[in-house]
């Protein structure tokens, strides 16, 4: 099937522009990644789809490297209400030295002195022995200003990185509360206890380390100092880019997402890190060397003490838990890592521009699977690049992009199509049967209004002697006879799906194949041809009470190539063919006169007639026009339902 480029320029498409459809795309794109920038709701959707991605790759076995160790309700059955002496701590600084701890976490607060003073110089002296106890301090929001002697102390802990970049992006701590003095005197290293919730209260990113604005001086967490003493990092290895990362070593990079953050790599939900009870500890009920150069952290994880917030796989993890995932993470370089938001961004405007071309180039149905595909690939590398390397790469705002641009694109097509496709019905209502103008497509048919070249077959067909006829009849009762005439050749026509392309005085142009696509377009014709014969036949039984004269009428049929489109001045065009192949159908039709015959076909249609009607056939015969003598064939009937068998043959 061609296109005539000539009659395409002469064409007013009706159908919204590609440029518009490619700006409709784009406005997509742009409203996506403005509220991706701004937060809010898209936010919160990708913050969710982290944690699916989390639950697809399913929890996954700790390190091993951090032992947890909690007060759990047993021990508080056993050692009675909370708090306990810190003579009981003392001891169990010293079980876990015994045992091999390599480093010794307590997330367990000591910010007040004791009320008896022993408690705390017992609790100081295992503290000291023990050389690798790790306490926790914290920065209370709105908390009370902190004196110049314990700030002092504090700063003693403070950390000296050997080069520290982009400061002024870290997170500001004021108000530092940290262990009494009397045991401060004695820890290898004291780190902030912080929560970094996000906007949902789902912990997902951990502080790495805080900037105190009172001293000038960068703080670590409490994971950061214990990862630290534990892998024997010192300040002067480290370097700080708060708008990157914390580099520990050669091999051991904190990736930030923000202020000094970083995004956990969480091993599972509450539960899935084995622990031991406080308790159990205490009583010596521990395997040997099961906390040999392990990090060994202690924390609360009682009802109605512990601290909890939901993480990916559980809505109430418990904070040692957290900070036992988020120790690990350092020691082993193993958290994930955050796009940036460039390529974030980029990502969304490639699969927001893939899914514009695909919904404005295809027809919308197959652009909605193909642009399914291109958005189910692009969610499935994102959670290969999470499952398989932990990088987070945003896929809710390019998947929301991906669906805005293909519904406005998809949307803006089909109003513009339905309201072409009305057009058409009514333009091509006194063409076709309803049930073909029904079925056409607005687009397919903007290109064959424009001009196509397409192999179809043409029927043309008059009334014998209408000339004699008309000159002996009244104007009135002519046009009524020719009006009943035409409706009943028009009806047979659509019958058979033909398009009657126009009425000729008393002759009629049929074609097939030309608005809707007809593989047995020969067959149709031919089948036209023999039940417009009978239906004239049945017309003039009809006509007897009103005394019409019997009128016989002469069919020919042709099938080959022609240029079909709209054809006219722009203010009285018309859908018609042009063509040898429609001059030589008229021919064949003019020649039934002469050969007393009624339906007449060359050989090109009867080669598509597969065997269903007998011809006779009328030789080569010189058609005017046409170089060469054309092979005409006479149509008798249906196979098997004429008498002529001495002259038929089967077509």
Partial sequence: MKVDPEASRRSKPKHPSRR????????AIFIVSFLSSTGGLLHQFELRSIDAR??????????GDVALVLIDETSLMQLGQ?????????????????????????????????SDPTEDTELAQAIKQAGNVILAAFSPTGGPAVEAEHTTMLGRFAMNPREVANRQRAIDAPGLRGPVASLADHVSGIGLAMSAPDPDGTMRRGIVAVYNEADQKLYPSLALAAAQKAIGVQDGDISVDFADGMKLSDAAFIPFVGRGQAMINFSGGRGARPHYSYVDILNGRLQRNEFVNKVVLVGIGAHGLYDVHPNPFSPDFLGPEFNADFIENIMSSNFLSSASSGTNTLLLI???????????????????????????????????AFIGAGVVVAVVAPTIAAILAYTLITLRRLTSEERSRARLRKYFASYAPPEVVDDLDAGIMEDKMAGIEDEITVLFSDIRGFTSIGSTMEARRLVRMLNLYFTAMTEVVFDFGGTVDKFIGDGLLVLYNALSEQPDHARRAVFTAIEMIERVERLNKEWADEDFPEIRIGVGVHTGNAVVGNLGPEIRMDYTAIGSTVSLASRVEGLNKDLK?????????????????EVRPMGPIDVRGIPEPVEIYEVLGFKGQTNDSETASTA
Avoid: C, N
């Avoid at 010293?94 to 367990?108: H, N, P, S, T, Y």
């Avoid at 015959?597 to 009607?613: A, F, H, N, R, S």
């Fill in 54 to 63: 989390f639950k697809l790759r399913g929890e996954r076995p700790p390190s």
């Fill in 20 to 27: 518009l459809l490619y700006a409709l795309g784009l406005a």
């Fill in 597 to 613: 015959t009624q339906i007449l076909i060359t050989e090109d249609t009867l080669k598509q007639l597969e065997g269903l009607v």
């Fill in 350 to 384: 490639i699969l927001g521009l893939l899914v514009t071309y695909i919904s404005a180039t295809l027809r919308p149905i197959t652009a909605a699977g193909v642009s399914a595909v291109a958005i189910v690939v692009f969610i499935a590398a994102a959670i290969y």
């Fill in 82 to 114: 909370w708090p306990w002496s810190r003579e009981v701590h003392a001891r169990m600084i010293r079980e876990l030295k015994k045992a091999g701890a390599k480093v010794i976490v307590f997330d367990v607060m000591f910010v007040e002195k004791a």
